[in-house]
């Protein structure tokens, strides 16, 4: 099992940027499917962006396309996720997952490896 852990995050100023980190362990992360998804207070979870094993293709939701970019390191088995002109609406607890490419699986954190999570506040 690959287990994450989360780094970045914290309070940003709408149009904002930030940058949210996730290193895996195990020797399998250049072979898997990996994702962001989001939570908001008081609602569900929120599939935000896919990548590839080996770096493409790269999927995102409406809500963050062209201001959102996954990327990801195989050599240092890290996951990225940068995040450019933050808007208020974006405030939620960030997870990274494994798998999900397209977000069409639904999400629970009952089922596969997530990251523990980390915070992110956009406001003046």
């Known amino acids: 099992e690959v287990r994450l852990m989360q780094s970045g995050g914290g309070l940003v100023q709408p149009g904002g940027s930030l940058k949210l980190s996730c290193a895996a362990s195990?020797?399998?992360?250049?072979?898997?499917?990996m994702s962001w998804a989001r939570q908001a207070p008081g609602k569900g979870l929120e599939w935000v962006a896919g990548?590839?094993?080996?770096?493409?293709?790269?999927a995102y939701a409406d809500s963050v396309k062209g201001r959102f970019t996954i990327s990801r390191d195989n050599a240092k088995s890290m996951l990225y996720l940068q995040l450019n002109n933050l808007k208020t609406e974006d405030t939620a607890m960030y997870y990274c997952?494994?798998?999900?490419?397209?977000?069409?699986?639904?999400?629970?954190?009952?089922?596969?490896?997530w990251g523990q999570g980390t915070q992110v506040t956009v406001s003046s």
């Open positions: 997952l494994v798998g999900n490419l397209y977000g069409s699986r639904s999400l629970s954190r009952d089922d596969g490896s």
């Open positions: 195990g020797p399998t992360f250049s072979r898997i499917i």
């Open positions: 990548i590839g094993s080996g770096g493409s293709p790269t």
